[in-house]
């Protein structure tokens, strides 16, 4: 057995080389890159920590980085380290805008169950203000597929249903690619975006068809950074440990 292992190996080195003849006298060095070197950062303990070069959005204290879309004073609830969607507030976005980026967010649908369908445990994550990824108690409630807890709102299915009991924390660390635009406003490239729910990967690389449209199809406008925006939606869902990395 052994020595077959070895005439294996010597048949495959020949393949290659005849492949390849100048491969062999290659110095390994040629291939090396030393003089670029990634920026050295500190990861946070825990998962839900943000790393020394995040930009902590919201770290259970106050709403200072928030706004509501005319730009006053975010008048959500902060309590016991959340902040809680009050009802008729109105949606909040960031002060700050972003184009590409990792974000990670907590999210907590209300522990009494109301409602059913798109009226339980509603709210949003609207990247640069335009595309929602859906939080939305779906651990036994029934909604349009498209439409329930980590869906591209009306554009695209998680992969698997993921959520966790209402009154739980759930998680989502996303990675988003901004769409690209040419000069006469056509868009180039679409936005992708991979989402991990609870540490399971339920949208890998999604197309974003364009911004979120409650009726009819979706198409792109030009824009520029923008904006996280969390949606009021009448019910009293919580978000905590809400932190973002420029990429
Ligand atoms: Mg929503």
Known sequence: MKNYFSFSLILISIGSFAQNPSRESMDPKVTEVWDLKPKKITPGTNPSDAPSDAIVLFDGKDLSKWSTLAGSDAKWDVKDGAMTVVKGAGDI?????????????????????VGDGQGRGNSGIFLQERYELQVLDSYESVTYSNGQAGAIYKQSIPLVNACLKPGEWQTYDVIYTAPRFSDNGRVIVPAYITIIHNGVVIQNHTQINGPT???GMAVYQTHGKGSIKLQDHGNPVSFRNIWVREL
């Open 93 to 113: 976005k960031t002060k700050q805008t972003f184009g590409d980026m990792q974000l990670h967010i907590e999210w907590r649908a209300p522990a009494e169950v």
């Open 213 to 215: 449209e409650y009726r």
